[in-house]
């Protein structure tokens, strides 16, 4: 059994005991692997593995390694990290999920850009959950009346909610910011959007998010070892490209 093979498995058997212990069947809960800073072979080893669905934090970056892998199938690109209006074109043409929409005037740049034949732009409303400066995410009871303007633009599909919360060892702290996402989909499902997408939950806190109704985490580090020093070439330091280290 290889290393990725070993982390692969340890990552899956702890998701599915966070599920049976919430009375949740095991498959309801998807896997994002936080492929940010990892090489191609990184993402190539994991492919290997069945894992189709990558979360990127930064455009340029992400853009170099769908290059890169280019003749490997059924890779799903998500953009997790906050997104600049600049970035916004790139975001629309390359990626099938953006979770990082805070504001309507990005959702808007991204409707706009696009195209037709690409089909809709899977895309999740950002909240910041924890209330942390250094968080990204619209505040809470903006979260709603966001959500509704985004489902109305073309060429957008609202899927749900995406959220960090704080890194704490206090796990209620963690649950009950968690839960306040999941009363935020319950909320949007009653006014009858679909939100059927709760991404929340990383490597430290993947059990807390699992337990309020997480159906995707985020998993980075569990899965690739420690993150990786970002990479100075084609995503140079000068590059306007942003991510927000909250993402595992």
Not at 39 to 54: N, S
Not at 151 to 161: E, N, V
Request: aromatic content about 4%; hydrophobic content about 45%.
């Amino acid at each position: 059994m290889t290393l990725y093979e070993k982390t692969w498995q340890a990552v899956r058997e702890r998701i599915a005991s966070a599920a049976v212990a919430a009375g949740r069947d095991p498959a309801s809960v998807s896997i994002l692997a936080v492929s940010k800073t990892q090489p191609p072979e990184a993402i190539r080893a994991a492919h290997g593995l069945g894992q189709r669905a990558f979360g990127e934090n930064y455009v340029q970056e992400a853009l170099d390694k769908m290059r890169a892998l280019d003749a490997l199938p059924d890779l799903e690109w998500h953009l997790i990290g906050p997104l600049q209006g600049n970035k916004a074109r790139a975001a629309a043409a390359h990626f099938a999920w953006v979770q990082s929409v805070d504001r309507l005037a990005i959702a808007h740049r991204l409707s706009a850009a696009r195209a037709e034949g690409r089909g809709a732009l899977n895309v999740c409303v950002q909240v910041n959950i924890s209330g942390e400066p250094s968080k990204s995410g619209c505040v809470p009871g903006e979260a709603l009346d966001l959500a509704h303007a985004v489902a109305q633009l073309p060429r957008l599909a609202f899927r749900g909610f995406m959220g960090i919360a704080a890194e704490t060892a206090d796990a209620a702290l963690q649950r009950a910011q968690f839960r306040g996402l999941r009363l935020l989909q319950d909320r949007a499902r009653e006014a009858g959007l679909v939100a059927d997408t709760l991404s929340m939950g990383m490597t430290a806190d993947l059990e807390s998010a699992i337990a309020e109704g997480a159906t995707m985490v985020r998993i980075g580090s569990a899965l690739f070892g420690p993150r990786l020093p970002r990479r100075i070439g084609k995503v140079g330091a000068g590059m306007s490209d942003t991510g927000d280290s909250g993402n595992d």
